[in-house]
C-alpha cells in the first residue's frame, strides 16, 4: 500500500510541479521541482525501511517471513519506480 500511495504522490507531484513551473525555481544548488520529488522519494524508502524493520521485530514464523517479504518487496518497488526522480530531466 505504501507503493501505491508514493506512486500516486509522485506522479501527482510531478504534474502539479510541472504545471506550476517548480522547474524554474533555483533553490540550494538544484529546483523546487527536485527537491520535491527528490525529498518525498526519500521519505517513502524510509518509511519502507520502517515497514521492514518492523517485520523484522515481529515474532518468528510464517507470518513474519511473509511481511519481511512483502516490505522487502515494497522497498524494492518505491526504489525502482522513484529512481527517475533523480536520474531524469524534469520537464519536457
Do not use: K, N
Request: glycine content about 14%.
Amino acid at each position: 500500500m505504501l507503493w501505491a500511495f508514493g506512486f500516486s504522490l509522485l506522479y501527482a507531484l510531478h504534474g502539479i510541479g510541472c504545471a506550476g513551473g517548480w522547474d524554474e525555481v533555483a533553490m540550494a544548488g538544484a529546483t523546487l521541482f527536485r527537491w520535491a520529488l527528490v525529498g518525498t522519494w526519500c521519505l517513502l524508502c524510509l518509511g519502507a525501511v520502517a515497514l521492514m524493520r518492523r517485520a523484522w521485530a515481529a515474532p518468528a514464523g510464517f507470518e513474519r517471513g511473509l511481511g519481511l517479504v512483502s516490505a522487502l518487496a515494497g522497498l524494492a518497488a518505491i526504489l525502482v519506480t522513484g529512481a527517475p526522480v533523480v536520474l531524469t530531466s524534469a520537464c519536457a
